[in-house]
C-alpha cells in the first residue's frame, strides 16, 4: 500500500454545534479509534480536526493508504474506517480512522483488477465486473495496492466468485458466494451461438 501523511490538530470531542463550527472554519471533525477501551469495553476516541485540503488526497482517489496521522507534531499510522458525506453537497462531515501497528492483522477493501483477455470476450461476450473492491485479512505492510485477477480462461456465460480466488499472505473476508466479474452474453453472441447450433 501506498503511504499518505496528514496532519491535524486535536480538539475537544463535542455535539453538533461543536461539530458545525468547525465546519464553518474549513475544518472536518475526526476521530481515531485505536486499542485504547473504555469502561464498557467500547474503543475510545481521539477527537481532532483536519482540512478538507488535507483529506482531499485521501478521499478523492480509487487508491489506499497506509495514513501517517501527524495530530499537533504526534504521529501514529492509521487506515481510513469510514468518511461521512452531505447527502445533497457531497462535502465531507465527518471520518473516522482506526489506529494500526505492524503486527496485528487488519481487514480492508482493496480495489481488483482484471487481467487478460476472457475466453468469453473472443466469442463476443462482454467481460462485467460486479464489485470494485475484496476485502482481504493481513498485517498492513502485506496488503497490496490492488488485486490482480486473471479472467484469460474465463468463458461466456461463466463467473468468477470470491471463494474461487486466493493471494499469497492475505485471507479472503470477502463471502466465497460473491461473484467478483462475469462475461455476459451479449445479442451478437447469442447470434452466434444460435448459428453455430442451426448448422450442428
Not at 469502561?39 to 495514513?67: C, H, M, Q, S
Not at 473516522?96 to 487478460?116: A, Q, R, S
Not at 505492510?141 to 461463466?158: M, S
Amino acid at each position: 500500500m501506498k503511504t499518505i501523511e496528514i496532519k491535524g490538530t486535536a480538539r475537544t470531542a463535542g455535539g453538533k454545534k461543536l461539530a458545525k463550527q468547525l465546519r464553518k472554519e474549513g475544518l472536518v471533525p475526526c476521530n481515531i479509534y485505536g486499542e485504547k477501551r473504555g469502561e464498557n469495553g467500547l474503543p475510545v476516541a481521539t477527537a481532532f480536526a483536519v482540512t478538507n485540503e488535507e483529506l482531499r488526497k485521501l478521499l478523492y482517489t480509487p487508491d489506499i493508504y497506509t495514513v501517517i496521522l501527524n495530530i499537533d507534531g504526534k504521529e501514529c499510522k492509521a487506515i481510513l474506517k469510514e468518511a461521512q458525506f452531505h447527502p445533497v453537497k457531497d462535502n465531507v462531515l465527518h471520518v473516522d480512522f482506526y489506529e494500526i501497528t505492524d503486527e496485528k492483522p487488519i481487514v480492508m477493501e482493496v480495489p481488483i483488477k482484471l487481467n487478460g483477455l476472457a475466453e468469453g470476450v473472443k466469442a463476443g461476450g462482454k467481460l462485467a465486473a460486479s464489485v470494485r473492491k475484496l476485502k482481504v485479512k493481513a498485517v498492513h505492510t502485506a496488503i497490496p495496492e490492488r488485486l490482480d485477477i486473471d479472467v484469460t480462461n474465463l468463458q461466456l456465460g461463466k463467473t468468477i466468485k470470491a471463494g474461487e480466488l486466493s493471494f499469497e499472505g492475505l485471507e479472503m473476508v470477502t463471502s466465497p458466494s460473491v461473484v467478483v466479474c462475469q462475461v455476459m452474453m451479449t445479442r451478437n453472441a447469442r447470434s452466434a451461438a444460435a448459428a453455430a447450433e442451426e448448422e450442428a
